[in-house]
């Protein structure tokens, strides 16, 4: 089972936008992290924010968390054509094991 | 580059055959991960391993098996190959201290199996 979904599920922006996904999750966690993954390769760290911290920035990404939503955002500023990838968030809590685990993802099209 | 190398990078099977995926970690790594990912889908764990156990492992049959050997190196084996096994299998390494919540995963490449 999947403890984080992202929405939207797929997004289409041109080069030099901002892309937004949000990611709900159901149980109570220790951190969320987001990942990004080129087509069929593996996937990429990119941040990781606790569960008591509630923005976190990285280069261009933007990270927020709002653990009373059980919700969290990834933003990426002025976006390229390289950031064309699905991006996933994952979450580990107690009722994983603390485990990671991922949601389905958001496939992004950045078109130049 | 992770550091994490993953092996074979394709391969196809019959069902019904066994196959052994191999992952090694990064140097100072002491813990690994496989994860499932099917076409389309998000990666679904299957089990970890931390010095040389099992550490946790998900909503998979026993036919999922694995290992994990002295220097943190990792199999997978799958038995009884069935058609929905074909999926990415990526294995990701991290140091833990075993309960403690999920640091950063560092993800190889991945094995893609096919079942015909």
């Not at chain 1, 949000?22 to 569960?51: A, D, E, F």
């Not at chain 2, 190398?5 to 090694?24: A, D, E, F, W, Y």
């Not at chain 2, 098996?65 to 199999?75: A, D, I, R, T, V």
Request: aromatic share 8%; proline share 4%; hydrophobic share 30%.
């Amino acid at each position: 089972s999947q403890q984080g979904e992202e929405d939207p599920q797929a997004l289409s922006i041109q080069e030099g936008e901002n892309a937004t996904m949000n990611c709900s999750y159901k149980t109570s966690i220790n951190n969320l992290q987001w990942y990004r993954q080129n087509s069929g390769r593996g996937l990429v760290h990119l941040i990781l924010i606790r569960s008591n911290e509630r923005e976190k920035h990285s280069g261009r990404l933007r990270v927020t968390l709002d653990t009373s939503k059980k919700s969290s955002s990834l933003l990426i500023t002025a976006s390229r054509a390289a950031d064309t990838a699905s991006y996933f968030c994952a979450t580990d809590g107690e009722a994983a094991g603390n485990k990671l685990t991922f949601g389905g993802g958001t496939r992004v099209l950045v078109k130049p | 580059e992770t550091g994490v190398t993953q092996s074979p990078t394709h391969l196809i099977k019959t069902r019904g055959q066994q196959v052994t995926l191999r992952c090694s970690s990064q140097s100072g790594h002491n813990t690994v991960s496989w994860y499932q990912q099917a076409l389309g889908q998000g990666p679904q764990f299957i089990f970890q391993y931390y010095r040389e156990e099992e550490n946790g492992r998900g909503n998979f049959p026993p036919r999922f098996s694995g290992l994990q050997f002295p220097n943190y190196s990792s199999e997978l084996n799958v038995n009884a190959l069935e058609l929905d096994d074909s999926a990415l299998y990526l294995c990701a390494s991290s140091f833990s201290s075993g309960r403690a919540p999920t640091g950063e995963l560092f993800f190889g490449e991945g094995s893609r199996l096919t079942v015909l």
